[in-house]
């Protein structure tokens, strides 16, 4: 049954979510954050997160992968992609494909990345059995949109209690007028995954099974974070008013 997973992975996503999602929904950002977008089990897109050892595919449980961002001497980012036979990515690895910004390709396909901002991501457990045994960790880039035209975009999604793969109409299959992964065209959070496992997605008549093991969310920008300093000055300065009369 599995052999035919990864192809029907673009179309069952489309025909699957079709009962269960809706449009008209508003989606969650989580930007500022560094990722890069490849492929999950060969066919579906997906931002992963920088320097986390990760599993890129459902169908192999022997070969992690590390993403890394580098400058060069003339400041130029590249992204490398390593590939290893540890599960936490230790000692020697194989280089399997790099990008820089030079010749990165269009925002949310393969290749495409951020690296000036922050490490935040979504780990999460994907598995093909109920218990999650065998599971492969993914680690999600948040807020980085993965372009799928023959399906749904996809974008990550964290918070303390949960973590959501988001999908998305895309501009060119659905003919809309809107920039790839925007809020307001959030067809559904067709994959949720929570703190035990649970059925975490059907794709066509094969379920997918998972779990949330992390979410590191930091501050994203100098503007938040001078936003959260103002809030606390105003509250003190509220305070010593309200004691001085």
Request: charged content about 15%; some cysteine; hydrophobic content about 35%.
């Amino acid at each position: 049954m599995w052999t035919l997973f990864a192809s029907a992975l673009l179309l069952a996503g489309r025909v699957a979510a079709q009962s269960a999602c809706v449009t008209g929904q508003t989606g969650q950002t989580q930007s500022g954050n560094n990722y890069v977008v490849d492929y999950f089990t060969g066919a579906l897109l997906f931002s992963y997160a920088i320097d986390k050892c990760t599993g890129i595919s459902l169908l192999d449980a022997t070969t992690w992968y590390k993403y890394t961002c580098e400058q060069d001497d003339d400041e130029m980012w590249w992204v490398t992609k390593t590939s290893y036979t540890s599960a936490t990515c230790t000692g020697d690895g194989t280089e399997v494909d790099t990008w820089s910004e030079a010749d990165v390709g269009d925002a949310g396909t393969v290749g495409y990345f951020k690296c000036d901002g922050n490490d935040n991501y979504a780990g999460v457990e994907i598995s093909i059995d109920e218990t999650c045994a065998a599971s492969v960790t993914v680690y999600g880039g948040l807020g980085g949109c993965a372009q799928n035209p023959n399906s749904y975009d996809t974008k990550f999604y964290c918070s303390s209690t949960s973590a959501l793969v988001q999908l998305y109409l895309n501009p060119t299959t659905w003919n809309i007028s809107a920039p790839i992964c925007d809020d307001t065209e959030l067809y559904c959070n067709k994959w949720t995954f929570g703190s035990t496992c649970a059925l975490s997605a059907s794709l066509g008549s094969d379920p997918v099974y998972g779990k949330m093991t992390s979410c590191s969310i930091m501050e994203t920008t100098a503007e938040s974070s001078a936003s959260s300093h103002f809030t606390v000055l105003s509250v003190i300065i509220a305070l010593v008013a309200s004691l001085m009369h």
